[in-house]
């Protein structure tokens, strides 16, 4: 047990939840990467400050400590480290599983290829059960093929132990039951956020408009589309502006998008506002939210995000997009790569022809309905308490 660090005291403080539960907290162990804070990431923190209102207390184990501890905002349930060597370094599925039967973890939870290799292995030597979260298709997941090869073979053996799969969106469900996962092990649970009870009126923009998009920037995100949808919009007049929300993956795919934006002479039209943990307050500067996926998406966050702060959005027909999104109603769909489609529909909205107000209030009520935090926190845990055999906790409203 000498390689496993838990952070500091300071970031183990739990928080009483917003609903009591009245039943004893079972402990879940959620096995994460870590290294970055992006959507995936979010809806993990998300669990871990909602999942105790549903009788299920919370630790995460990150396998590549990075931006995770510092940014995640719920700050609740203690970070265990437990630093991988490489891909390879099986051996900490074992001291992971001490570590489970020395806090009586009854559940592990993993949230990617590599943490579900480690998560089965440690879940299997200490005899507790596994569930695996499907964020997004593994096989579509970024533009290496090799490697998406190579993480949809690890995620196809890691699975065959988990007693359920958490798809977040029923496009990713059918993906997984195509792969040939029994269709009794899935379970779909949208991905949720917050709602936000404040939202200021906004009157209608009126000559310059923000664009706004939110990502980590890598290849599949699409950027190249919207900045090029973006520059025809400017050509035909209309005086668009875009807020880039997030880092770059890589340095090399940065330099490659600061080269587009130079030859399509957009640099003084783009603010980037690189990464922030307060994306409630840029969604504020945004008349419109813009997600211009290639593929590989689950049910992003930010689109979620976007819809609880009242901001319109346009996204991509990928997957789980449309699950979210009626198209015309509570935002606008796009065709993927399709930087023509994109401006055409980005434009609908900027001369009136779609109403802007009425997708603003649709999106609120929509997320409000369907994609709260706590809906999904109590989607996962009717997945536990399946597992567990428990009947689900009664809450009280304080």
């Known amino acids: 047990m ?5 952070s500091p005291p300071d970031q183990q403080i739990a928080t009483l939840p917003e609903e009591p539960q009245l039943r004893p907290l079972a402990k879940v162990a959620h096995v994460i990467n870590g290294e970055f804070y992006s959507g995936a990431e979010r809806v993990q923190d998300l669990l871990g400050k909602c999942l105790p209102s549903f009788g299920y207390d919370v630790s995460f184990v990150c396998l590549k400590p990075g931006q995770f501890a510092e940014s995640r905002s719920a700050s609740v349930g203690p970070i265990y480290d437990l630093p991988m060597r490489s891909r390879l ?3 900490k599925a074992k001291t992971l599983a001490d570590l489970i039967k020395q806090e009586n973890f009854e559940i592990v ?18 005899n507790v059960p596994f569930v695996y979260h499907v964020h997004s298709p593994t096989s579509r997941d970024s533009t290496h093929q090799f490697r998406n090869w190579v993480n949809q073979r690890i995620e196809q053996v890691s699975v065959t132990r988990a007693e359920k799969l958490v798809c ?6 059918a993906h997984m039951k195509s792969l040939g996962v029994p269709e009794s092990r899935l ?3 949208h991905n949720g956020v917050p709602q936000v009870f404040d939202v200021p009126y906004r009157e209608l923009p009126v000559g310059d408009w923000t664009l706004g998009t939110v990502a980590l920037f890598r290849p599949r995100k699409g950027l190249e589309v919207l900045l090029e949808a973006m520059a025809q919009l400017r050509e035909r007049g209309h005086q668009v502006r875009l807020r880039a929300v997030g880092r770059f993956e890589t340095p090399d795919y940065e330099q490659k998008i600061k ?5 399509l002479r957009l640099a003084e039209a783009i603010d980037w506002v690189g990464f922030t943990n307060d994306v409630v307050s840029e969604f504020a500067k945004m008349d419109l939210f813009v997600l211009p996926s290639l593929f590989g998406e689950g049910l992003p966050m930010v689109v979620l995000e976007a819809m609880a702060t009242g901001v319109p959005v346009v996204a991509t027909d990928v997957e789980g997009v ?16 399709d930087p023509n489609n994109l401006a055409q529909r ?14 603003r209030r649709n999106a609120m009520e929509r997320h409000a309905e369907s994609f709260s935090d706590m809906a999904m926190a109590r989607g996962v845990a009717s997945v536990y308490d399946e597992i567990l055999q428990r009947t689900p906790a009664v809450l009280e409203t304080v």
């Open 259 to 263: 080269s587009l934006v130079t030859q």
């Open 187 to 189: 379970a779909v649970v």
């Open 346 to 359: 980005i434009e609908s909205i900027l001369i009136g022809t779609v109403d802007w107000r009425a997708m």
């Open 322 to 337: 449309t699950e979210a999104i009626i198209d015309g109603e509570s935002g606008i769909i796009a065709i993927p790569n």
């Open 168 to 173: 977040v969106s029923n496009s990713l469900a």
């Open 89 to 91: 370094d099986l051996w």
């Open 2 to 6: 000498s390689d496993v660090i838990l």
């Open 109 to 126: 939870h993993a949230h990617s290829p590599r943490n579900a290799m480690i998560g089965m292995g440690a879940a299997y030597l200490a």
